[in-house]
C-alpha cells in the first residue's frame, strides 16, 4: 500500500485511497479547474475538502503543501519515475494532468504552446479580474463608497469578454474543435462571474453570444459538470 505518512497534511485529511492521486480542494472557480479536468480524464482519485470559509487552507498541514495556503493541492502517489508528487497552483496542475495522460493539450508543439497560452491568459488576467469584480459587487467591498475600484474592475472584466469573445468566433472551443484545460481554466470563472456573483447584468454579458454559447456547451458536458461541485461543500 502506498503511504503517504511523509506529507503532514495526510494527518488531517487522512487518505482513504492513498494508491489514488489526493485532490485537497473546495468548489471555487480555481478548485473546480482541478476536479474538471480529473472527472475528464477519468483518473482515480480522492477529494478532501479544504474549506476555505474556515481557514483551513491556512493551517499548519495544508501549508506543508501550498506555504502560499491557497487551494488547490495534490500529491500524486505515481508521479514522475514512480515517485510522490505534490503540487499547488491549478495552472500547474492541470499541465501536468494533461502531460501525465497525453489528453486534454495538443500534441503538436505549436498547438501545444497555444493551450497553454490561454491557461495563463485564465491565470493572469480573467481571475484576477473576475474576482475583483466579486469582491467590490458581491462581498465585503461592496460596502465601500467609492465605486471607481468596481467601475475598473468591471471596465477590464468587460475588456477580457471581448478577447475571448474574438476568440471563439467561428470555434466550438478556445483550441478550435478540441476540449482542453484552456476551456476548462475558464469555465468555473466564467459560470461563476454571472452565477454565483450575480454580475451578468453588470459586465453586460449578453453582449458576448460567443462566450455565452461556448460556456453552454462546456456545462453540458456530463465530466465537467461533476467537476463544477467536487469536493461538495459540506
Known sequence: MTDL???????RWPAKHPDRLQLYSFPTPNGVKVSIALEELGLPYEAHAVNISKNESWTPEFLSLNP???IPAII????????PLALFESGAILLYLAEKTGKLLPSDPILRYETIQWVFFQMAAIGPMFGQVGFFYKFAGKEIADKRPLNRYVDESKRLLGVLETRLTGREWLMDEEYTIADIAHIGWVRNLIGFYDAGELVGIKDFPNVLAWLERGLARPAT???????PRD
Open 5 to 11: 505518512s511523509a506529507f503532514p497534511i495526510a494527518a
Open 68 to 70: 502560499n495556503g491557497k
Open 76 to 83: 500524486d502517489p505515481n508521479g514522475p519515475g514512480g515517485k
Open 225 to 231: 459538470l461533476r467537476g463544477l461541485n467536487i469536493p
